[in-house]
């Protein structure tokens, strides 16, 4: 049986032996349900959902409240699952932290990663940090790669490049003088087992053949070990 109300008995109260309903029957007209202070759903004592006049719509999960509507949005109790997307419009943020230490968003021209709060923003592979920034800068961990030909570029105008391009690697500076600054300088050898040259800060800079001393410069002058050939003449000092 089934209670009816209306001209054409839109509305319809029924329950068919398994489920309750109420219905309306007329496609063309909604169905408001209206109270002067508000509306709860229960299942039993538990809460399902709550309506509050000029406030929040509260849902509930087993009687605990999972998302409410305010002023400003939305606010999700937990965890919130997407099966697609979420798109936001231009300066749209997404904000994290309890003083909105971290946003992200886009500003109609530039993507921003924003870091707000205290401590740094790591970027992790599993639990493992590889980067971060922080107030001087960025630190990294672990290698930083780069494919044969593609340029480490320093300078408003790039002007010292570090590259490889596959057969040899190499240092440009196009602008000024590009200084090697250290108290031991030594050039060597991939493995480092066998020297070119060394230098030390108010000491001898030293020349080597073959992992063997050949020139050195002293106090004096320098000092050769071996044999000396010139290719041209030789004028002394008078």
């Known amino acids: 049986q089934k209670l009816r109300f209306g001209a054409s008995q839109d509305l ?13 029957a007329n496609a063309g007209s909604n169905l ?16 399902m959902a709550k309506f509050k006049p000029d ?19 939305v606010d999700f109790a937990q965890n919130v699952k997407v099966g697609l997307h979420v798109t936001l419009e231009d300066n749209g943020e997404v904000i994290f932290g309890n003083n909105a230490d971290l946003k992200i968003f886009h500003d109609g021209t530039n993507s921003v990663i924003r870091d707000n709060g205290t401590g740094n923003l790591f970027f992790q592979v599993g639990t493992s940090n ?37 057969s040899a690697s190499y240092i440009t500076n196009s602008t000024g003088v590009l200084g090697i600054q250290s108290d031991e300088l030594h050039l ?8 070119y040259l060394k230098g030390f800060v108010n000491g001898a800079v030293e020349l080597y053949h073959n992992n063997s001393k050949k020139f050195n410069t002293t106090s004096s002058g320098n000092h050769s070990f071996g044999q000396m050939t010139f290719d041209g003449r030789i004028y002394p000092n008078t």
């Open 55 to 73: 406030g929040a719509v509260e849902l509930y999960w087993n009687n605990a409240k999972k998302m409410e509507t305010y002023e400003f949005g």
């Open 32 to 47: 408001i349900l209206e109270s002067a202070h508000g509306v709860d759903i229960k299942h039993g004592g538990e809460n």
């Open 130 to 166: 590889k980067f971060n920034t922080q107030s001087g800068g960025v630190q990294f961990y672990g290698s930083l790669y780069g494919d044969d030909n593609n340029k480490i570029e320093l300078g408003n105008d790039q002007d010292l490049q570090i590259e490889h391009d596959g």
């Open 12 to 24: 319809q109260i029924f329950h068919d032996g398994s489920e309750s309903y109420v219905k309306n």
């Open 188 to 195: 060597s050898s991939k493995t480092g087992g066998e020297p």
